[in-house]
């Protein structure tokens, strides 16, 4: 057997030796740009550091990834700012990445490196390194955004703080029976309405509102609906002996998630000045509406009172002078029908303050539409106006008085007609009835001149009258009637610029006839 050659074994050991060699600086690298990334990427989730420490800590790792660390240096240049290396200097070797965040540049991240450049490749590094270069730079590009997502959030935030900290409106969050969160608002207003959204307890609300507010909050807590508004009175402290003190307060209540878990979030609005303000408008609304009506009723009564003083002046001087007999029964018969206009007015005055109650009976409004204008027709021919009728077939019949009602339907016609009494030109009328939204609907309409806007809710007071000769009691007393049967009665313009009175009777029995 031949001897092998020691030479050759000497140089295949020295090769085998120099690429362990080889594989272990290579590995030395590996590891140090592993450290580098991995020091890095620890930084980009450190939430109590600010952007600027992150930077400057980021271009201090940088020449760690480097065999020739003390020589090496970085730097990074965003927009106006510039975070450096201590022993920062440019060097032979140099490779740079753009910083861009958002799709847009924003600043450069640039390493020096000692080593001298390929030739071939002057001034660049190895792929690995720049590779490197560019994850760091990704990094970089990563911890700004996050950073300013942050800010944004946070700023965000602290405007929300802001408008919920200092809101007139109570704000509170119930969570698992808990209040976990309540503005200061809230914190003045606290009490035991809270008990209401934690236990469900109803011993604080005003008993005429205990109903709707239990409903409402077993829709809520149940998830039967997302959201609930709803005014109501409670009382603030526990009622004792004596007359509590009482709110109103307007909430809403929200189910939302919050943490992670579902939630309550309560606005709550005192809302007992606004309430209180509205009682006394109503209330003065009321005396306006009262004095008008006792300035209607003055009016009407003072003319024939002073007919019959007047009257009464003449027959003592008939009976002074012994005069016929004959011009004193005259005189007496004026006086009885002064006395008798004088009962009419307080008669349609009482029929108003308290009408009869309707008897209510399954009726079919067409027929008793038909009825009301067989009356007038007469007087509508004569005076020459069109009557239209535009009377929806097959009405289902619905409870009303249609006595009561026919008086409305002849009212509103001969108010109609009245009212084009000295117009030139073509005068309409057209009855329509119909069915909407579960109503029976009967419509008056005119080619008159029509009711203003502004006085559409004055025609319905007791005395408003823009008639000569006319008590104004006529409309006042037909609102009346078709308010005791549960419908509405308004006025707006026809379709040829009158007036359109829009009668609505719902078609289910709003009560029982006794």
Excluded at 28 to 39: F, G, H, M, Q, T
Aim: charged letters at 30%; aromatic letters at 6%; one cysteine or more.
């Amino acid at each position: 057997m031949k001897k092998p050659d020691k030479t050759a074994l000497n140089h295949a050991g020295f090769s085998a030796w120099a690429e362990q060699a080889d594989l272990k600086k290579e590995l030395e690298k590996r590891v140090r740009e592993s450290d580098c990334l991995y020091a890095i990427s620890r930084l980009f989730k450190e939430k109590d550091m600010t952007l600027d420490e992150i930077l400057q800590k980021t271009v201090d790792a940088i020449p760690r990834a480097f065999p020739d660390s003390d020589k090496s240096s970085a730097r990074i240049i965003l927009e106006d700012r510039l975070f450096k290396t201590i022993n920062f200097h440019e060097l032979l070797r140099k490779q740079k990445c753009d910083i861009i965040v958002y799709g847009v540049p924003v600043g450069v991240l640039e390493v020096f490196d000692s080593e001298k450049p390929f030739p071939h490749n002057e001034g660049s590094f190895p792929d690995r390194a720049m590779s490197l270069i560019a994850a760091i730079a990704e990094h970089v590009e990563r911890t700004i955004e996050q950073k300013q997502t942050e800010k944004a959030l946070q700023e965000s935030e602290e405007r929300f703080r802001c408008l919920v900290e200092n809101s007139p409106t109570g704000i509170f969050i119930i969570r698992n029976g808990k209040v976990i969160y309540e503005n200061p608002e809230e914190k003045r207003l606290s009490g035991p309405l809270a008990l209401l959204f934690r236990e469900g307890n109803l011993r604080n609300i005003h008993p005429d509102d205990i109903q709707k507010v239990k409903d409402g909050y077993e829709k809520i807590i149940s998830g039967e609906i997302e959201t609930l508004d709803q005014d109501f009175r409670y009382y603030p402290r526990e009622k004792e002996d004596g007359d509590p003190d009482m709110k109103w307060v307007l909430c809403r209540a929200s189910s939302i998630e919050y943490s992670g878990e579902k939630a309550v979030l309560v606005n709550k609005l005192d809302v007992t000045r606004a309430k209180e303000l509205e009682h006394l408008l109503g209330i003065e609304d009321k005396m306006a509406s009262l004095g008008r009506v006792a300035s209607g009723m003055a009016h009407e009564i003072r003319n024939p009172l002073s007919g019959i003083n007047i009257y009464l002046s003449n027959l003592e001087k008939i009976i002074d002078r012994g005069q016929e007999t004959a011009r004193g029964k005259a005189i007496l018969g004026h006086i009885q029908s002064a006395s008798n206009k004088i009962e009419s007015i307080i008669r349609r005055v009482m029929d108003f303050s308290k009408p009869s109650e309707p008897k209510l009976v399954m009726t079919d409004i067409n027929q008793v539409i038909g009825e009301a204008l067989e009356l007038l027709s007469v007087i509508l021919r004569k005076t020459g106006i069109i009557l239209e009728k535009v009377l929806a077939a097959n009405l289902p019949q619905c409870y009303m008085d249609p006595q009561l009602i026919g008086r409305v339907i002849l009212n509103l016609t001969s108010n109609a007609a009245e009212a084009m009494k000295n117009i030139e030109g073509t005068k309409r009328i057209e009855i329509t009835s119909f069915i909407k939204d579960n109503h029976i609907v009967v419509s008056v309409s005119d080619s008159g001149p029509g009711v203003p806007a502004h006085l559409r809710r004055k025609v319905f007071d007791p005395f408003y009258t823009t008639k000569k000769g006319n008590t104004g009691i006529g409309l006042s007393l037909s609102h009346r009637i078709i308010s005791d049967h549960g419908g509405s009665l308004g006025v707006s313009a026809s379709r040829w610029g009158g007036a359109a009175f829009i009668v609505e009777i719902p078609l289910q029995r709003r009560y029982e006839h006794q």
